[in-house]
């Protein structure tokens, strides 16, 4: 079956007051997802890297906040120090794990172009793990892509073990099928998941 991820928020007086919940997609376009951000933010202009305060957050939510509202891709390098040598890094976009940090900075490297804006929308307050929302703005492109994030430290380093993220399926609403079939049409065609193509269920 299809795995997914679920963010509740509860009021002041416990009540659910907000839920977003974004199953794995079924069509995963992989290492075009790249190539397809690429084509369509060609012509987009670098933008100045906003300065943040240097700082070691040791909780989940705290390292997920500084990476994603202080440092905000200003830095790899920053980014990757809190990162577990060891980290597990899935990305539902994808079919294959990232598994260790030297992929994790390829992976990041590869998303490191002018033209994308990564919001973080609400998050909780987890300790050694933590769930946020998220959405995507991408130059060239209407609307956004919405999405959902599980980061899990190492209570005893802080350090980042284990990532999920999950995007929206690509469609509904379909961003990067249709900006696929804009460039080529072709390319507007991704492949299902295998069946016995996802071991461990992580």
Same mark, same amino acid.
């Given at each position: 079956?299809?795995?997914?991820?679920?963010?509740?928020?509860?009021?002041?007086?416990?009540?659910?007051?907000?839920?977003?919940?974004?199953?794995?997609?079924?069509?995963?376009?992989?290492?075009?997802?790249?190539?397809?951000?690429?084509? %369509?933010?060609?012509?987009?202009?670098?933008?100045?890297?906003?300065?943040?305060?240097?700082?070691?957050?040791?909780?989940?939510?705290? %390292?997920?906040?500084?990476?994603?509202?202080?440092?905000?891709?200003?830095?790899?390098?920053?980014?990757?120090?809190?990162?577990?040598?060891?980290?597990?890094?899935?990305?539902?976009?994808?079919?294959?794990?990232?598994?260790?940090?030297?992929?994790?900075?390829?992976?990041?490297?590869?998303?490191?172009?002018?033209?994308?804006?990564?919001?973080?929308?609400?998050?909780?307050?987890?300790?050694?793990?933590?769930?946020?929302?998220?959405?995507?703005?991408?130059?060239?492109?209407?609307?956004?892509?919405?999405?959902?994030?599980?980061?899990?430290?190492?209570?005893?380093?802080?350090?980042?073990?284990?990532?999920?993220?999950?995007?929206?399926?690509?469609?509904?609403?379909?961003?990067?099928?249709?900006?696929?079939?804009?460039?080529?049409?072709?390319?507007? %065609?991704?492949?299902?998941?295998?069946?016995?193509?996802?071991?461990?269920?992580?």
């Amino acid at each position: 079956g299809l795995r997914g991820t679920t963010f509740v928020e509860l009021d002041g007086d416990g009540a659910i007051s907000f839920v977003r919940e974004i199953p794995e997609p079924i069509f995963k376009p992989g290492d075009l997802t790249v190539k397809l951000l690429e084509a %369509v933010t060609k012509d987009a202009v670098a933008k100045e890297k906003p300065p943040y305060e240097k700082r070691t957050p040791t909780t989940a939510s705290g %390292v997920a906040e500084y990476l994603f509202r202080a440092v905000q891709g200003s830095s790899v390098d920053e980014s990757m120090r809190f990162f577990d040598e060891t980290v597990i890094y899935r990305d539902f976009n994808f079919d294959k794990v990232l598994e260790g940090s030297a992929e994790v900075r390829k992976f990041i490297e590869d998303f490191s172009f002018p033209g994308i804006t990564f919001n973080m929308q609400r998050i909780d307050d987890g300790v050694t793990s933590t769930c946020f929302t998220w959405e995507v703005l991408i130059e060239g492109a209407e609307g956004t892509v919405k999405g959902i994030s599980i980061y899990e430290v190492d209570p005893e380093t802080g350090r980042i073990v284990y990532v999920r993220d999950v995007p929206e399926s690509s469609i509904k609403p379909p961003p990067l099928g249709s900006l696929a079939r804009s460039l080529n049409p072709g390319l507007g %065609v991704f492949g299902g998941i295998a069946v016995g193509s996802r071991p461990g269920g992580k």
